[in-house]
């Protein structure tokens, strides 16, 4: 399976970004793509960008690229000021119309100082308004606590619940 993951953060050390590494050392089988800090290379969205006849940047024409060669998709995004970060919803809005995430298998696991489940609340419409297949089974919600400073994590807990995060993505995307 090939897997598109996706993180919010734009920052060096992001948890959001080592959890999605650390659900690909789990899902050794599957090709992962990681998005991260390249969030901060897409231009702001502009509608006459985007337009039908219209050539769009570059770099959100890579982006789109990788989300339509995945077979699914997972996202990692810290939660900020109970939303998500500008960066990540201009990422999100360069596909609203191009339709590369319609009925893809989409996962959330998410990360932050004490879980990020506002940041979730906030992604669910507008990932169903784009037309995302959302695979509830492996939503998971991690606080900044559980990880080592090294990214990996301190509980086995957790790591038991992303590996089975990870298989019920790629069920839903068999």
Not at 101 to 109: G, N, R, S, Y
Not at 121 to 148: D, N, Q, W, Y
Request: proline content about 6%; charged content about 20%; overall charge negative.
């Amino acid at each position: 399976m090939r897997v598109h993951a996706i993180s919010g953060s734009l920052k060096v050390s992001s948890t959001n970004s080592a959890l999605l590494r650390a659900a690909a050392a789990v899902a050794p089988d599957d090709t992962f793509t990681f998005f991260d800090r390249q969030i901060g290379e897409l231009p702001h969205f502009r509608a006459d960008l985007d337009e039908e006849g219209a050539t769009p940047p570059p770099a959100v024409t890579a982006f789109r690229s990788l989300l339509a060669q995945a077979d699914a998709v997972l996202i990692s995004c810290p939660e900020y000021a109970h939303g998500v970060p500008g960066s990540f919803k201009n990422a999100l809005d360069w596909v609203v119309s191009s339709g590369e995430l319609a009925d893809k298998p989409t996962a959330l696991v998410m990360a932050g100082p004490g879980g990020a489940k506002q940041a979730w609340i906030a992604l669910v419409p507008t990932l169903r308004v784009m037309g995302c297949k959302l695979v509830f089974e492996t939503s998971l919600v991690v606080a900044r606590r559980h990880f080592a400073e090294g990214g990996e994590f301190r509980d086995a807990g957790i790591e038991s619940e992303l590996r089975e995060a990870v298989a019920a993505l790629k069920k839903s995307a068999a």
